[in-house]
């Protein structure tokens, strides 16, 4: 449990994880603005940095763009998702006036299929294509569609409620 700890330090390596992993928001710029906790720049650069060293991201060139970089999560950052996924319904279950019950719901309703068609569209965003394929890994675009759907229509409905 130390060493788990010690990878994640604090919330905002969390919070960030989550924002890659279930928004898509892979640019620095985005991150930092999209964010609905409000992080400071020094603290997302610190956290980012972190997530790279652990080998949980991996920061490259965006081919669309000279001066951007963008982050991907690696294979042992997708297999996080099953822990965020139990954290995140442990405290719909006993935080009841946590944020973002909509996602907590449909990732639990969802169970180990929603987890399993979400883990592949990840790998399929964020890995390398030959890596994808070494491992043999093939997902449909409807099945891809399906969990990235859900999940992004939660999250916003979820913004959508909090800001009213």
């Not at 652990?54 to 999560?73: F, M, N, R, T």
Request: glycine residues 6%; proline residues 3%.
């Amino acid at each position: 449990m130390n060493r788990m700890v010690e990878v994640f330090g604090d919330q905002w390596s969390l919070l960030v994880l989550r924002d890659i992993m279930f928004m898509n928001r892979r640019h620095f710029r985005e991150l930092l603005t999209e964010s609905l906790e409000g992080i400071a720049s020094n603290v997302l650069a610190d956290r980012l940095h972190r997530l790279v060293k652990q080998g949980i991201l991996v920061k490259s060139h965006d081919p669309s763009h000279k001066q951007k970089a963008i982050y991907c999560l690696t294979e042992k950052g997708i297999e996080l998702l099953p822990l965020l996924v139990e954290m995140n319904a442990w405290g719909h279950k006993y935080l009841p006036a946590s944020r973002l019950r909509g996602l907590a719901q449909v990732l639990v309703a969802g169970g180990p299929k929603l987890s399993a068609e979400f883990m592949a569209e990840l790998r399929e965003t964020h890995l390398p294509k030959s890596s994808f394929r070494k491992k043999g890994r093939v997902s449909t675009k409807a099945r891809r569609v399906f969990a990235m759907q859900n999940l992004q229509a939660a999250y916003e409905a979820e913004l959508a409620n909090r800001k009213k």
